[in-house]
């Protein structure tokens, strides 16, 4: 299985450094406004190598460069890196975890202030994914009390849902914030027990990582009554990662995430609706040759953002493709 195409200096991916990403003060240079002038590429708001953010961002970025607006994937860290970039005018669309986006919009933690972020669509369904060696004894999430976690990459998705999974389970791990490379790379030389990844299945890093050290995914789905009674029954779903991913003998139950493809108010209606627009047309062109996973690029689907509004430009496009 091979990289993200997002990486590639063919896709033109850019890395943003922490420091403008989570500072603020360099963002608002990043954009004059959300929509650049007609030979500048919009900046879509990726997350790190090896996961389904760049994967879906380099396919997005791929359909949309001869049909407009051109796309230029942006590495992050995740799912909260992206909702600031957005929101404060470092990339004009970018996917998130839709109980990062709630929180953003309500100001909640780890925000200390409401972000005005619009959906373009619901794109796709994330999988919480917490791997463990396959030769450890861990069976479950209480089996890795008080040992080496990982949570998720700073300024991801992953890392808040992480710490909402370990609040309503009662359990108290060695909680670490390690990017994706880092806690494969980790897990396979024992300086972790576990890591948490939210994601599409199978993960391109997650599955080279299975195919060199034998992994086992930990059951999650005990845990989702929790979940929804302390958080809301809007983000949170029970999924299945599908039997043979990773080399799992039958399916693992799970907690799912919706993902969404978000925008600032601010984003010209003509710019979302083109966006919109392609997660239609060319929907078969958006999901990863090596997905397994339940894929939602369809029209009730991506309609179905929950309590996060449509940007008005994508509501528009909707209504014209469908009625």
């Given at each position: 299985m091979t990289g993200p195409r997002a990486a590639s200096p063919g896709d033109a991916a850019t890395r943003l450094p922490r420091r403008a990403v989570l500072g603020g003060l360099g963002l608002l240079g990043l954009l004059a406004a959300c929509s650049p002038g007609p030979d500048a590429a919009l900046p879509l708001a990726a997350g790190e190598p090896g996961g389904f953010y760049a994967e879906f961002s380099a396919l997005l970025a791929g359909v949309a460069a001869p049909a407009g607006p051109a796309l230029r994937p942006v590495v992050t860290g995740g799912s909260r890196d992206n909702?600031?970039?957005?929101?404060?005018?470092?990339?004009?669309?970018?996917?998130?975890?839709?109980?990062?986006?709630?929180a953003a919009r309500a100001g909640a933690a780890p925000f200390t202030a409401p972000l005005e972020l619009r959906a373009i669509g619901r794109v796709y369904e994330n999988y919480l994914q917490l791997a463990v060696r396959a030769d450890t004894?861990?069976?479950r999430l209480a089996d890795l009390a008080d040992r080496p976690v990982s949570l998720g990459a700073p300024g991801s998705g992953a890392a808040l849902t992480g710490a909402r999974l370990l609040a309503v389970s009662g359990t108290r791990v060695r909680a670490r914030e390690l990017d994706l490379a880092t806690a494969t790379a980790s897990l396979a030389d024992g300086r972790i027990d576990g890591f948490l990844w939210s994601g599409g299945v199978p993960t391109p890093a997650v599955g080279e990582l299975a195919a060199r050290r034998a992994i086992r995914l930990l059951p999650l789905a005990?845990?989702?009554?929790?979940?929804?009674?302390?958080?809301?029954?809007?983000?949170?779903?029970?999924?299945?990662?599908?039997?043979?991913?990773?080399?799992?003998?039958?399916?693992?139950?799970?907690?799912?995430?919706?993902?969404?493809?978000?925008?600032?108010?601010?984003?010209?209606?003509?710019?979302?609706?083109?966006?919109?627009?392609?997660?239609?047309?060319?929907?078969p062109d958006l999901v990863p040759a090596s997905a397994l996973g339940t894929q939602y690029l369809d029209q009730p689907a991506l309609v179905d953002t929950g309590d996060v509004p449509l940007h008005p430009g994508a509501a528009a496009a909707y209504r014209e493709l469908h009625g």
């Open positions: 909702a600031v970039l957005v929101a404060r005018g470092g990339a004009a669309v970018g996917l998130a975890l839709t109980d990062l986006v709630l004894p861990f069976t005990e845990h989702l009554p929790a979940l929804r009674a302390r958080f809301g029954t809007g983000p949170y779903t029970a999924a299945a990662v599908p039997a043979g991913a990773y080399g799992a003998p039958g399916p693992v139950a799970t907690v799912g995430v919706a993902n969404l493809l978000v925008a600032a108010p601010r984003l010209p209606d003509a710019d979302a609706g083109a966006v919109a627009r392609l997660l239609v047309e060319r929907a």
